[in-house]
């Protein structure tokens, strides 16, 4: 465990858990550390249940390429179990559960059997939503594993919170592995593409059956060209067969769907201020982790910079709220409105603001919204530290990437 770094954010949230009789499941997109959850909780059950017995199944090992199909998954664990006393409990941790056929089938039997503590991780959302609400609904418990906040970030790679260090996170991203590595452009690009390559060929190429590579490939080219732009499915055939790509909008919509699923991005859509209502058109697209979107399409910072910071946000607000939605009110629109229950916070996110047009259209929109909610503009203007226009909160996005609550 000397190599584990605590992530009590999510540790916390799950430890009121162990012993229950839901199975806990740890989703995610690859890489971010779902694998190290699952085994620092496998190790804190060690220690307060010494006499355990613990069955830890990780399906990328070669040891266990015999569990194919849930009978298997279900003669391993009578394997496991058949000598052992139960007196302090039974436990099984299924990582990247996804490549097991069926494994919902043996879930369902081992809950109601009473068998044993179950926790698994995946990296598909269909597959986790899908097959577990239909074979286990209100059986089971979801955690979602993001990417390293900035603060871990600097936690994992050992860095002091200034203005090089916020330049590596939006320049390299969140994957928690990238900490081993020096943090060069050619040497963590590497890593990342080969992370994305395998996002792309196995959790969605491969789970979905998708035969148009080339368009996929095309397709996240343009979201990723595109961070914080509305999307139309229309506007994205229309330019990707000016681009000599033929395909149709409901094409793109499901291959969108795809890309989600692998939560390698994150749709988001647009809500009426005033009603809370949703839109059924003009969603915004944000990737789950900035590294990824970099060393897919050949990085820019003087030209991307304004993408990677309205997506920083997005990240942050992501972890800190339950729900996260562009905000229109009339003509106006605000970048995100985040919702926790009757908690609700406005965030704009830009640039600079040192031009009066800026300032006007940043603060203004904000100013327009009829309640007292909190209300926050984040820059990268180096005079910010904190300062406030009639009541809203203007940060660096150094310290608003730091915040653990708005």
């Known amino acids: 465990m000397k190599d584990l770094i605590i992530r009590p954010r999510y540790t916390e949230r799950m430890a009121p858990f162990i012993g229950k009789n839901v199975i806990k499941v740890l989703t995610g997109q690859r890489r971010v550390g ?21 069955l830890y199944v990780n399906k990328e090992l070669s040891a266990f390429a015999h569990i194919r199909t849930s009978d298997d998954l279900l003669a391993e664990v009578a394997k496991a179990f058949s000598l052992a006393s139960g007196e302090d409990g039974r436990y099984l941790f299924v990582d990247e559960v996804q490549d097991i056929e069926g494994f919902e089938h043996a879930l369902r039997s081992l ?4 068998a044993c503590d179950i926790y698994i991780t995946g990296s598909n959302a269909t597959m986790l939503s899908g097959e577990l609400a239909t074979y286990l609904s209100g059986r089971y418990v979801e955690f979602h594993i993001h990417s390293l906040t900035f603060s871990e970030f600097l936690e994992f790679h050992k860095l002091s919170p200034d203005n090089t260090s916020l330049r590596h996170y939006l320049t390299f991203g969140g994957l928690p592995y990238l900490s081993n590595l020096p943090l060069d452009t050619d040497i963590c690009f590497e890593y990342l593409r080969n992370v994305y390559s395998t996002i792309l060929l196995k959790d969605i190429v491969k789970r979905e059956g998708i035969r148009n590579v080339s368009f996929l490939e095309s397709l996240v080219d343009y979201v990723a060209d595109n961070v914080g732009n509305l999307f139309s499915a229309n506007n994205i055939s229309r330019y990707l067969k000016s681009q000599r790509v033929n395909i149709s909008p409901l094409q793109v919509i499901n ?36 590294g990824l979107r970099n060393c897919y399409l050949g990085f820019s910072w003087q030209r991307d910079i304004h993408k990677l910071i309205e997506n920083a946000v997005y990240l942050q607000l992501h972890t800190l709220y339950s729900n996260v939605f562009i905000g229109q009110q009339g003509e106006k629109e605000v970048d995100f409105v985040a919702l926790n229950g009757d908690m609700r916070v406005y965030v704009q996110a830009t640039f600079q603001m040192g031009d009066e047009k800026t300032r006007a259209r940043e603060f203004g929109n904000l100013l327009a919204i009829p309640d007292n909610y909190p209300k926050y503009v984040v820059s990268l203007d180096e005079w910010t530290s904190g300062s406030n226009y009639e009541g809203i909160h203007h940060l660096h996005l150094l310290d608003f990437l730091q915040r653990q609550e708005l």
């Open 34 to 54: 779902k694998s190290c959850l699952l085994r620092q909780l496998c190790e804190h059950i060690r220690q307060e249940h010494p006499s355990a017995d613990i």
């Open 111 to 114: 809950l109601a059997e009473e």
């Open 255 to 290: 291959y969108l769907k795809a890309l989600g699923d692998a939560f390698l991005v994150n749709r988001v859509s647009r809500i009426d201020i005033v009603g809370l209502r949703k839109f059924e058109l003009g969603d915004k697209y944000y990737f789950e982790d900035l």
